[in-house]
């Protein structure tokens, strides 16, 4: 290979090896807790989640118009499955994907994804985490507890067995 065409292929390579690095930091991985949650239970399996019941949806998770299906982890199956009282034991992981129309939702296309990990037994916002996004990280969000809030008397938690039955 004549010495131009290799200055040109190493550029090439190392253009491409950094893009590829790029593009994997923006994607980046989803956090191991909620990786393959596709598999776990979906509360809200043959369920049609859409609307604001509650009042105080707005404009997040889709608003009012959108749709939604929830996962949970093998840790808050047995309490999210029921009629409560809800206190979630540490470990619940709860996914939420949301779908802007009725037509995405069908096709289980262009989620949005939400996650809220509970952190420590006991009540109060600061018992859970939020991720915002598949690959989002997991941390305290004063704009989530704010409106979980609400549910205070459910364990910070709006979707249970309680409430999907009242639909």
Same mark, same amino acid.
């Not at 999210?80 to 540490?90: I, K, R």
């Given at each position: 290979?004549?010495?131009?065409?290799?200055?040109?292929?190493?550029?090439?390579?190392?253009?491409?090896?950094? /893009?590829?690095?790029? *593009?994997?930091? &923006?994607?980046? +991985?989803?956090?191991?807790?909620? $990786? !393959?949650?596709?598999?776990?239970?979906?509360?809200?399996?043959?369920?049609?989640?859409?609307?604001?019941?509650?009042?105080?949806?707005?404009?997040?998770?889709?608003?009012?118009?959108?749709?939604?299906?929830?996962?949970?982890?093998?840790?808050?199956?047995?309490?999210?499955?029921?009629?409560?009282?809800? /206190?979630?034991?540490? *470990?619940?992981? &709860?996914?939420? +994907?949301?779908?802007?129309?009725? $037509? !995405?939702?069908?096709?289980?296309?262009?989620?949005?994804?939400?996650?809220?990990?509970?952190?420590?037994?006991?009540?109060?916002?600061?018992?859970?985490?939020?991720?915002?996004?598949?690959?989002?990280?997991?941390?305290?969000?004063?704009?989530?507890?704010?409106?979980?809030?609400?549910?205070?008397?459910?364990?910070?938690?709006?979707?249970?067995?309680?409430?999907?039955?009242?639909?």
């Amino acid at each position: 290979m004549r010495a131009g065409n290799l200055k040109i292929f190493g550029a090439a390579t190392l253009s491409a090896v950094m /893009l590829a690095g790029c *593009g994997s930091l &923006i994607k980046g +991985e989803p956090d191991a807790r909620w $990786a !393959d949650y596709k598999s776990w239970t979906k509360l809200t399996e043959n369920r049609t989640g859409t609307g604001d019941p509650t009042g105080f949806i707005g404009n997040v998770h889709k608003g009012r118009d959108g749709y939604r299906d929830v996962y949970v982890n093998e840790t808050g199956k047995e309490m999210l499955s029921g009629m409560g009282p809800y /206190l979630f034991p540490a *470990g619940t992981v &709860i996914v939420k +994907e949301q779908f802007g129309s009725k $037509a !995405d939702w069908e096709a289980q296309k262009g989620a949005q994804v939400t996650v809220s990990i509970k952190i420590e037994d006991g009540a109060g916002p600061s018992t859970w985490h939020w991720a915002a996004g598949y690959t989002g990280k997991a941390g305290e969000s004063q704009f989530c507890s704010g409106c979980h809030t609400i549910a205070a008397a459910d364990d910070y938690v709006f979707t249970h067995e309680k409430f999907l039955s009242t639909q």
